[in-house]
């Protein structure tokens, strides 16, 4: 089936940058299901970037994930594939897929719901951005759920990390509060046909964000559920202190980051990590995760209790105001 894109306002139909390739403002795409007035961009990555848009049929409005088809990424495709499973195994906190379409010669969309803000944003919000204790440990609590509901997929995400954890548009108290994880683009099957483990590959291409990636991926091994935990991990900890002790280097500088993130698993490299965290029960936390290998079945149960633990030791209801719901 073929797609095209009507009434663009000031769009440009030549050039080879991403910009000439993206929609202008108020055009129209569309879909297979339907067609989509183009509204504001609310991220904008090397391949593509997303839009909010509205169904023309009814004003709803939507997210849209577009990559420009010149590239030769394939994270949309990984993305649809991902959103397809999730949908059919009835996974609630990861997306699912509203519509889908390709603008010849410009571009290819999935039309998704359109969710809250993200994590990143959300704790840039208070004093040294970071969340209270209360907060951060409930959120950490709350991104376990998807992270374990993509891995039932038999996928691992290979970028956890806190701007693709996303509030839900609305919800009315803490107890319905849930988070969404979002951007499959880099995921992977760690499963074969058959269910089995794949085998894993060797010296593999780095994948993810430095600050948040495990140091297998720092250290070109094949990434599993349990290294996503790891960035689980690491994000945590920054949702609760602020910031991490290789915060201050460059993306590209990822051989110094897996040097301080190895300190950190020491006993007094940890304590400098953990500040303003409940460092008994995270380093409960570190010492299993690190002693996991490629093939080993994380225990998301036992990680959840040691979180619940926390809380308790320190005093959090898990139906205590949010930060941000503070009167």
Same mark, same amino acid.
């Given at each position: 089936?073929?797609?095209e894109?009507e009434?663009?306002?000031?769009?440009e139909?030549?050039g080879?940058?991403?910009? *000439?390739?993206?929609?202008?403002?108020?055009?129209?795409?569309?879909?297979?299901?339907?067609?989509?007035? !183009?509204?504001?961009?609310?991220?904008? /990555?090397?391949?593509?970037?997303?839009?909010? !848009?509205?169904?023309?049929?009814? /004003?709803?409005?939507?997210a849209?994930?577009l990559?420009?088809?010149?590239?030769?990424?394939?994270g949309?495709d #990984?993305?649809?594939?991902v959103m397809h499973?999730?949908?059919?195994?009835?996974?609630?906190?990861?997306?699912?897929?509203?519509?889908?379409?390709?603008?010849?010669?410009?571009?290819?969309?999935?039309?998704?719901p359109?969710?809250?803000?993200?994590?990143?944003?959300?704790r %840039?919000?208070?004093?040294?951005?970071?969340?209270?204790?209360?907060?951060? &440990?409930?959120l950490?609590?709350l991104?376990?759920?998807?992270?374990?509901? &993509?891995?039932?997929?038999?996928?691992?995400?290979?970028?956890?990390? $806190?701007?693709n %954890?996303?509030?839900?548009?609305?919800?009315?108290?803490?107890?319905? #509060?849930?988070?969404?994880?979002?951007?499959? /683009?880099?995921?992977?099957?760690?499963?074969d046909?058959?269910?089995?483990?794949?085998?894993?590959?060797e010296d593999?291409? %780095?994948?993810?964000?430095?600050?948040?990636?495990?140091?297998? $991926?720092?250290h070109?091994? @094949?990434?599993s559920?349990?290294?996503?935990?790891?960035?689980?991990f690491?994000?945590?900890?920054?949702l609760?202190?602020g910031d991490?002790?290789?915060?201050?280097?460059?993306?590209?500088?990822?051989?110094e980051?897996?040097?301080?993130?190895?300190?950190?698993?020491?006993? *007094? /490299?940890?304590l400098?990590?953990?500040?303003?965290?409940?460092?008994?029960?995270f380093?409960r936390?570190?010492t299993?995760?690190?002693?996991l290998k490629?093939q080993?079945?994380?225990?998301?149960?036992?990680?959840?209790? !040691?979180?619940?633990? $926390?809380?308790?030791?320190?005093?959090?209801?898990?139906? @205590?105001?949010?930060?941000?719901? @503070? *009167?």
């Amino acid at each position: 089936m073929s797609f095209e894109l009507e009434s663009c306002e000031n769009s440009e139909s030549s050039g080879c940058s991403i910009d *000439d390739k993206l929609p202008a403002k108020n055009c129209l795409i569309r879909g297979k299901d339907g067609v989509y007035a !183009v509204g504001r961009k609310i991220a904008q /990555g090397r391949f593509g970037a997303v839009y909010e !848009v509205l169904r023309r049929s009814d /004003g709803k409005p939507f997210a849209c994930k577009l990559e420009i088809c010149e590239v030769h990424s394939h994270g949309l495709d #990984m993305d649809y594939t991902v959103m397809h499973k999730a949908a059919k195994k009835g996974a609630d906190h990861l997306l699912r897929m509203i519509d889908r379409g390709k603008i010849e010669e410009h571009f290819k969309f999935i039309i998704m719901p359109l969710l809250g803000d993200n994590l990143m944003k959300m704790r %840039f919000m208070f004093e040294d951005g970071r969340f209270s204790l209360s907060t951060g &440990l409930r959120l950490a609590l709350l991104a376990l759920t998807p992270i374990q509901e &993509l891995h039932n997929l038999g996928y691992v995400h290979r970028d956890i990390k $806190a701007s693709n %954890f996303c509030l839900p548009p609305h919800f009315s108290s803490p107890q319905d #509060m849930k988070l969404m994880l979002i951007d499959y /683009g880099v995921c992977r099957s760690f499963k074969d046909k058959s269910g089995e483990l794949k085998t894993p590959r060797e010296d593999i291409k %780095f994948r993810g964000t430095n600050r948040y990636a495990s140091l297998a $991926a720092h250290h070109g091994e @094949e990434q599993s559920p349990k290294d996503d935990l790891e960035s689980w991990f690491y994000m945590m900890i920054e949702l609760i202190s602020g910031d991490l002790p290789w915060s201050h280097l460059h993306r590209d500088d990822r051989k110094e980051t897996a040097e301080i993130k190895e300190q950190c698993r020491t006993a *007094d /490299g940890c304590l400098l990590m953990m500040k303003y965290c409940p460092r008994v029960e995270f380093r409960r936390i570190q010492t299993y995760l690190s002693g996991l290998k490629y093939q080993n079945t994380v225990d998301y149960t036992f990680i959840s209790e !040691v979180v619940h633990l $926390a809380m308790k030791n320190n005093g959090v209801k898990i139906d @205590e105001k949010f930060d941000w719901q @503070e *009167d």
